[in-house]
């Protein structure tokens, strides 16, 4: 990627392969490029708000948790991420820790695609009268609004642009973007999306007696979930923010004004062409 000065290495402290690629690439690429280093634990989310603001690339080595957290470490920078695979699936990863050393150089070096991909923020509305504060969450695959006890289940009562829809009484909520529709919802029955779609995913959590229909929510609608049961719920972003909710609290889901940027090489094909690959278990 011509002009790349200054680069970033963020990775996933729990894994020691991730740990050990995370070092070597350091080693390579600071041999052209000015090159900070930092794990994704809370010393590594301080040492990331200091060192972010003149990066021109940031590489993620773990799997699709370690850019989910990366998201929240840069957001709402639009910094290209280049995704080192040590995980398991990858969806949003770019390349394979066996090659990387060679390769991550490489990219930095060749004009690439952006990919551009969505994300959504969550307003939480306290109930009137409650006390509490208002709470702001942002996310690059999902928000999931649910119940907070196991064997309890949340009413939620729904709407879409202040239409009403119905109330879910099931586990939880979710509204995802495209690039969540490979994860959470998919496991729930949602489709999935084109990862630069910008529309928001709507789908139920085993819902009991309640529409069962995952729904596609323009990229200009705002989701409004409104917790009615009378035991507590749980707003959650990307499965890594969670916010407790009480009865009468709204979260209003709309797409975020930042975009999460992805380096590529290969087509937008492709994702087509490895989608049933990496669907594979592992």
């Known amino acids: 990627m011509p002009g790349v000065k200054r680069v970033g290495i963020i990775y996933n402290f729990r894994s020691a392969v991730s740990v050990t690629m995370a070092q070597a690439l350091h080693t ?11 794990p994704t634990d809370d010393a590594g989310e301080k ?9 021109d690339v940031i590489v993620t080595v ?24 040590t995980g398991r699936v990858g969806f949003m990863t770019e390349i394979d820790s066996s090659v990387a050393l060679s390769q991550v150089p490489r990219y930095l070096g060749k004009e690439l695609r952006l990919e551009r991909r969505a994300t959504i923020t969550g307003e939480i509305s306290p109930a009137p009268g409650s006390g509490r504060q208002p709470f702001v969450l942002h996310a690059l ?16 009562e729904t709407s879409v642009d202040r239409g009403f829809i119905t109330t879910y009484r099931a586990d939880a909520v979710i509204v995802s973007t495209a690039t969540g529709s490979t994860g959470y919802a ?20 085993s819902p009991h007696l309640s529409m069962s229909n995952p729904l596609l929510v323009s990229p200009s609608g705002v989701v409004e979930l409104r917790l009615i049961s009378q035991y507590p719920g749980l707003a959650s972003a990307d499965g890594q923010v969670d ?3 009480e009865t009468g609290d709204v979260v209003r889901i709309s797409r975020g004004e930042a975009m999460v940027l992805f380096l590529r090489d290969a087509p937008p094909s492709a994702f087509y062409a490895t989608l049933t690959q990496r669907l594979q278990p592992r």
Not at 186 to 204: D, K
Request: hydrophobic share 45%; glycine share 8%; charged share 20%.
């Open 47 to 55: 040492l990331a708000l200091q060192e972010v603001h003149d990066t």
């Open 141 to 156: 695959n999902d928000i999931v609004v649910g119940r907070r006890e196991v064997a309890r289940v949340a009413h939620v």
């Open 186 to 205: 998919f496991a729930c029955g949602g489709p999935i999306m084109y990862p630069e779609s910008q529309e928001l995913l709507l789908v139920p959590v």
């Open 62 to 85: 773990g799997g699709d948790g370690t850019i989910l957290k990366t998201f929240r470490m840069i957001y709402p920078l639009a910094i290209p991420l280049l995704g080192v695979n």
């Open 28 to 38: 390579r690429l600071s041999a052209n490029w000015d090159t900070w280093l930092c």
């Open 243 to 245: 916010h407790e909710l």
